[in-house]
């Protein structure tokens, strides 16, 4: 059983920046890709950011491109969000989720582990 916890959410102004961060309890942690989600109230989960198993291919939705960063350290078996520029948009709670192939980064099926969620919130 592969167990994801994440953590750094939090309260933020528009504008303001915030790292998320995902602990994995996985033996071949960079086996895995990783993935970042996020659902507003109301709203279906949606894709993020994803990056590979070696960290060498990074992907974004059009909505983050150029103010999240993802990034991982298999050192540590965590990967990161690093969220700049934010906007009230952005307030969802926050998953990542780990996929062992990789083939359809954008598609929450491609998952197959998941963290709780961190709570994310951009005040104007």
């Known amino acids: 059983q592969v167990q994801l916890v994440e953590s750094g959410g939090g309260l933020v102004q528009a504008g303001g920046s915030l790292r998320l961060s995902c602990a994995a309890s996985v033996s071949a942690f960079s086996s895995y890709a990783m993935g970042w989600f996020r659902q507003a109230p109301g709203k279906e989960r949606e894709f993020v950011g994803a990056?590979?198993?070696?960290?060498?291919?990074?992907y974004y939705a059009d909505s983050v491109k150029g103010r999240f960063t993802i990034s991982r350290d298999n050192a540590k078996n965590t990967v990161y969000l690093q969220m700049s520029s934010l906007k009230p948009e952005d307030t969802a709670v926050y998953y990542c989720a780990a996929s062992a192939m990789f083939d359809n980064y954008r598609d929450l099926y491609e998952y197959d582990y998941w963290g709780q969620g961190t709570q994310v919130t951009v005040s104007s």
């Open positions: 990056i590979s198993w070696s960290g060498g291919s990074r």
